[in-house]
C-alpha cells in the first residue's frame, strides 16, 4: 500500500507541476497557488485573489451585482471549506505523506482558477459545499482512530482512498477549466491576425503556399541551367559549401550586417531549423510596400500571442486604420505608396519589439534589384525601411538580401551613412 501511494503521490505531483508550472498560460497567482503547502499560506493568497476580484467586480458593479453575490457566497464556501479539509491532511500525512505534499497546492489551483470565472465558480462550489458537509465527521476519527489495530488501518485506508478520488477531480477540474479558455483565446488571436492580413490586402496569403513557391523557386533554380543565366549565378555542390564557409557569409551569420549571400539555401536552412523567418522571393515590378507588409505579416504570426495583450492590438489597430486609408484599387500613386511604406515602418517597429532582446530573427530577401523603379523608387525605399527596422528592433535582426550587382551601384543608395551601433553594412557581392 505504501509503495503504491509513494507512486500514485509522485503522478499527482508531476501532473501538476507540468500543467501550471512550465505552462506560460498560467497567471503568476495560479503558479503561486500551485506551490501553497498549508492553511496559512493558502488564506493569504485566497484573500488577495478576493480583493483582486471585488477591485474588477466594482468597476463594473451595475453589470456584475448578481454574479458578484454569486462568487462571494462561492468564496465562502470555498475558504470554509480548506478550514474543516486541514485536519484530514494530519491522516493522510501519517499513512500516506506523498499525498500531503501536493494537497494543498492542487486545490489551491484549482479554486484560483475556478474564481475567475463565473459560470466555473458554481459547478466547483456546489461540489465543494456537498464534500464539506461531510468533512466534520471525518475531523472526528482523527483522534479517535489511530492506533495500528486492523479496524484503524481500514478505516484510514478509506480516508487515503476518498482523499485520492478528491484530488484526481481537482487535477481534471483544472485542466479542463483551463482548455476552454485557451481555445477561446486561440481563436481570438487567430481572428485578429487574420484582420490584419485582410488590412494588408493580403488575404489569399497562407504559410503552406508561401513554403511551396520558394521550394519551386529553388527547384528551378538547381534544375535549369538556362533559366539560372536570368538569375544570378549557378552555385551548388562544391561551389555553394565554399561560399558558405567564406569570410563574408559566416560574418552576415555572427553579426547583425547587410550581405548578399544565396537566399533559397539559407532559408531552407533556417525553416529547418525552426529560427525565427521572414522572407519573399520578389518578382518583377513589385513595391517596397507590397515586400515589407508580406515580412510583417510572417513575423506577427510567429508572434501572435502577443496581440491578447490589447494595448499592444489597440496600437496596431490604429495604424492599420491609417493604412486602409491608402489601400483600396485605383489608390496606386505614387504618393500613396509612399504614404503606405511610412505607416508599415511604424508598425514593423511595433513588430519587431515583439520579439525578445536574447531572440535571433532572420529576414531574407531574394532579388531586390527586381523592385519598381518607378519616380518613387522601391528599391532605396525598401533597403531603407529595413535600415530602420533593425534601427528600432531590441532582438537581433539580421537582414540578407540577395541583388543583381550589374546595374546596381552601392554609392547611390547611401547605405554606408546609415551605420550605427546596431547597424553593420557590406557592400552586396555582385554575381
Known amino acids: 500500500m505504501a509503495h503504491t501511494s509513494s507512486q500514485t503521490g509522485k503522478r499527482f505531483r508531476e501532473a501538476v507541476r507540468v500543467s501550471v508550472l512550465r505552462r506560460k498560460r498560467y497567471s503568476k497567482i495560479e503558479k503561486e497557488a500551485v506551490n501553497i503547502s498549508s492553511k496559512d499560506r493558502f488564506d493569504s493568497v485566497w484573500n488577495q485573489v478576493n480583493h483582486e476580484k471585488t477591485r474588477f467586480d466594482e468597476n463594473y458593479e451595475k453589470v456584475c451585482g448578481l454574479i458578484s453575490k454569486k462568487c462571494q457566497d462561492t468564496s465562502v464556501a470555498m475558504q470554509d471549506f480548506m478550514k474543516k479539509f486541514s485536519p484530514i491532511l494530519e491522516i493522510i500525512k501519517t499513512f500516506a505523506s506523498p499525498y500531503g505534499t501536493v494537497a494543498f497546492g492542487t486545490i489551491s489551483i484549482l479554486f484560483v482558477i475556478s474564481q475567475s470565472k463565473h459560470e466555473l465558480e458554481q459547478q466547483v462550489g456546489s461540489t465543494i459545499s456537498a464534500i464539506k458537509d461531510r468533512l466534520p465527521g471525518l475531523q472526528v476519527y482523527q483522534h479517535i482512530y489511530t492506533d495500528k489495530k486492523e479496524l484503524d488501518v481500514k478505516l484510514q ?66 534544375s535549369n541551367r538556362q533559366l539560372n543565366m536570368h538569375y544570378l549565378q549557378h552555385m551548388q555542390g562544391e561551389k555553394l559549401r565554399s561560399f558558405k564557409a567564406g569570410f563574408e557569409y559566416q560574418a552576415w551569420k555572427e553579426v547583425e550586417c547587410w550581405l548578399s549571400p544565396i537566399a533559397t539555401s539559407t532559408i531552407h536552412e533556417l525553416s529547418q531549423n525552426g529560427c525565427y523567418l521572414a522572407y519573399d522571393i520578389v518578382i518583377d515590378g513589385k513595391r517596397a510596400h507590397e515586400v515589407l507588409s508580406l515580412i510583417l505579416l510572417q513575423l506577427l504570426r510567429l508572434k501572435s500571442d502577443t496581440l491578447n495583450d490589447e494595448n499592444q492590438y489597440s496600437e496596431l489597430s490604429g495604424d492599420l486604420e491609417t493604412y486602409r486609408l491608402f489601400g483600396g484599387e485605383g489608390k496606386h500613386s505614387n504618393e500613396n505608396d509612399e504614404a503606405k511604406l511610412n505607416v508599415l515602418q511604424n508598425i514593423a517597429a511595433r513588430i519587431i519589439g515583439f520579439f525578445e532582446p536574447s531572440e535571433i530573427v532572420y529576414i531574407i530577401i531574394d532579388r531586390v534589384d527586381r523592385c519598381s523603379q518607378s519616380l518613387s523608387n522601391h528599391r532605396k525605399a525598401l533597403l531603407d525601411a529595413f535600415v530602420k527596422m533593425v534601427e528600432a528592433a531590441d532582438c537581433k535582426l539580421k537582414v540578407l538580401t540577395v541583388i543583381n550587382g550589374y546595374d546596381w551601384d552601392s554609392r547611390y543608395y547611401g547605405l554606408e551613412n546609415r551605420r550605427g551601433k546596431r547597424c553593420v553594412m557590406e557592400q552586396a557581392l555582385k554575381f
Not at 486561440?186 to 481572428?191: L, P, S, V
Open 157 to 222: 485506508g478509506q480516508i487515503v482512498m476518498a482523499y485520492q478520488e478528491f484530488i484526481e477531480y481537482c487535477i481534471l477540474a483544472t485542466r479542463c477549466y483551463k482548455k476552454l479558455p485557451i481555445k477561446l483565446q486561440k481563436a481570438k488571436q487567430d481572428g485578429r491576425v487574420r484582420t490584419f492580413q485582410n488590412a494588408l490586402e493580403l488575404s489569399s496569403f497562407s504559410a503552406e503556399s508561401h513554403r511551396d513557391k520558394s521550394e519551386k523557386y529553388c527547384e528551378d533554380l538547381n
